[in-house]
């Protein structure tokens, strides 16, 4: 039972434009959200996170949006560099503490440079 | 910033061996450990939580007898795969937050790649 979904695999997008990452989830208990960033033979990597009381947060070249009503969330990277190119996993939890996160499959991205 | 080392990187063992992993904070203390397992293609799967000077816990449907957990230390874990067979072969990833701040993130190591022969 997958609670939390990436529905896209993989992400080709130009260097420079925007990259756009998708997540949805089924669990409305959930109201913690964060994106990992995992590159090859590496564990994963802390990007961004959003609690349910935002629909957006924003650090850098990185935004997260959060539509509670429709369960989904998107990870907007602008613009996008070569060295974005890694696999992206969205999670989500019930609690900022929680110990139990719920990963997503991933979503390749590969920036073109 | 925060950093968990895992090691080994990557083992090869044969069918009915165990294989131990380690898990280690580097620069804060983890009460909590969290031993995650990725199948192809698959998201990351919880599989048990290491609790520093108790037994671990572990999630529906993870053997304890197999998947041997122990926690020694507030810097240490380790995930011991016995009498592995060639359906363990996969990659596992351990996880551990800052006992300091409990809303932080979790850190990862960058994960044991597992082939049971």
């Known amino acids: 039972d997958q609670q939390v979904k990436q529905n896209s695999p993989s992400l080709s997008v130009q260097e420079g434009r925007i990259s756009i990452l998708n997540c949805d989830y089924t669990n409305s208990m959930f109201d913690y959200f964060l994106w990992y960033k995992k590159y090859p033979a590496e564990g994963p990597t802390f990007l961004i996170s959003?609690?349910?009381?935002?629909d957006k947060n924003e650090d850098g070249r990185f935004t997260v949006f959060l539509n509670k009503s429709a369960k989904h969330l998107s990870l907007h990277i602008v613009p996008s560099q070569p060295g974005d190119s890694a696999v992206y996993f969205c999670?989500?939890?019930?609690?900022?503490?929680?110990?139990?996160?719920?990963f997503g499959t991933g979503t390749r991205l590969t920036v073109i440079p | 910033g925060a950093v968990v080392s895992q090691h080994p990187s990557r083992v090869i063992c044969k069918s009915g061996t165990s294989v131990k992993i380690e898990c280690r904070s580097l620069?804060?203390?983890?009460?909590?450990m969290f031993w995650y397992r990725q199948f192809p293609k698959k998201s990351l799967m919880l599989m048990a939580t290491s609790n520093e000077g108790s037994k671990a816990t572990y999630e529906q449907g993870v053997e304890k007898d197999k998947f041997l957990i122990n926690h020694a230390s507030l810097t240490l874990s380790t995930l011991t795969v016995t009498s592995a067979h060639p359906e363990d072969s996969s990659f596992y990833i351990c996880?551990?937050?800052?006992?300091?701040?409990?809303?932080?993130?979790?850190?990862f190591g960058n994960g044991t790649r597992l082939t049971v022969t």
């Open positions: 959003i609690s349910s009381i935002k």
């Open positions: 996880s551990a937050r800052n006992r300091a701040g409990y809303n932080s993130p979790l850190h």
């Open positions: 999670a989500a939890s019930a609690g900022t503490g929680a110990n139990n996160l719920f």
């Open positions: 620069d804060f203390q983890a009460t909590t």
